[in-house]
């Protein structure tokens, strides 16, 4: 037999296999793999707005629902960060001009001045060097201080450079007290010599920069350790603290370049979620017909639970609204085992009979399924939810 043979006979035997398995293949496709079944559920459940104020404290041990009280857990975490900045600071490195600080004591009694004290005049400031003891002025005359009576100190001006070289007979006032002043002499000997220092600008501008940047990777750190510990996050307690900077090199200290560390403490409160959903429920308890419904969702999820008054960090009074879903419960992976494999007729039926059902609709895909498959999979169960009434600001049942 040639091979030209082989081939047609080949072809003429096999061509309608082939078509026979492609019919076969698409049959048990088209019969069990295409086919599903969607039921929407149309039941009696009702929406009722619950509105609830509580109050969260970490002090608490327990819940306490008559009071609506609920135990709070505070969560910690610290960020650091870093930033460089150009330092832009100027500091006159130069000799501090010197000189001598006539003391006038203007009260009764003698005084003892300490060293270090610090005498001002328009802007310019010389620290005494030694201790001094200033005898007391003999009273006064026209209203002012005779200044009859003095004693001398040696001052160093607190910065150095030229422009603390001033001449004689300056008034100054002291820190030490009001009724302390003295006279100068002449204040010489200060040399310039400028230099770029870390300011404190410099400082604040890195800060600046920083500013938020870690923020909402440290509220995420805690909403997690909150969820670790079956906690719900309220959101508004979370707060973010006054960063720390430490300047390396630090502040007036020369240098061209300053990197700044800022730690930053982040904290937020949360509650188990489980003490909110009691309080919920003791709400709408009397908001719904027991004998006939049960609460199926209690709305918490999309719940905003908002702060009325801050005690203080760790006690707040929160209110929280809510849209509580009431009706029958209905086991949806219950209900798909019921009706596998069964006919329209049979599924409604089935569905419509049980408590607080309204309507059943049933949708068979594709168009000449009859039938609901066999396979849980493949049947989907929609229970209606009712339409949502308004949100209100009425006020919630206080504790």
Known sequence: MSELTRRVLFALVGAPLTVALIFAGGWIFAATVLPSATIAIDTDSTTVVSNVAFTANTAFNDLDLEKAEVPAVLKEVKKTDTEKATATG?????????????????????????????????????????????????????????????ASVAV?????????????????TSNFSSTVTGLGSAMTGGTSSLVTVVSQSDIDGAVAKMKGRLDAEAKQDLLKNLKTDGLKALDE????????????????????????????????????????????????????????????????????????????????????????VAGPELDADAIKEEIKGKKRGDVEKIIGEKTGVRDVTITYKPFWVLSTPKSVKKITIVIEKPESPEKTESEPNNP
Not at 157 to 164: D, E, I, K, L, V
Not at 258 to 267: D, F, I, N, R, S
Request: proline share 4%; hydrophobic share 30%; charged share 20%.
């Open 156 to 172: 160093t001006a607190t910065s150095g450079g030229t422009t603390s070289n001033l001449g004689a007979n300056r008034e100054y």
């Open 237 to 324: 307690t979370f707060t973010v603290s006054t960063p720390v900077a430490s300047p390396t090199p630090a502040l007036n200290t020369e240098a061209s370049e300053v990197t700044v560390k800022a730690e930053t403490t982040y904290t937020i409160l949360g509650v188990k979620a489980d003490y909110i959903s009691q309080l919920i429920k003791k709400d709408v308890k009397a908001k719904i017909d027991e004998t006939k419904q049960s609460i199926l969702d209690d709305g918490l999820g999309d719940a905003p639970i908002r702060i009325a008054n801050k005690k203080s960090p760790t006690e707040l009074q929160m209110t929280v609204q809510s849209l509580v």
């Open 90 to 150: 100027k500091k006159d490195n130069g000799e501090k001009a010197s000189g001598t600080m006539t003391v006038f004591n203007c009260t009764d009694n003698d005084a003892v001045v300490p060293a270090g004290t610090v005498f001002t005049n328009s802007g310019y400031s010389f620290t005494s060097n030694t201790e001094v003891m200033v005898p007391a002025s003999d009273g006064f005359i026209s209203g002012g201080c005779k200044k009859n009576k003095s």
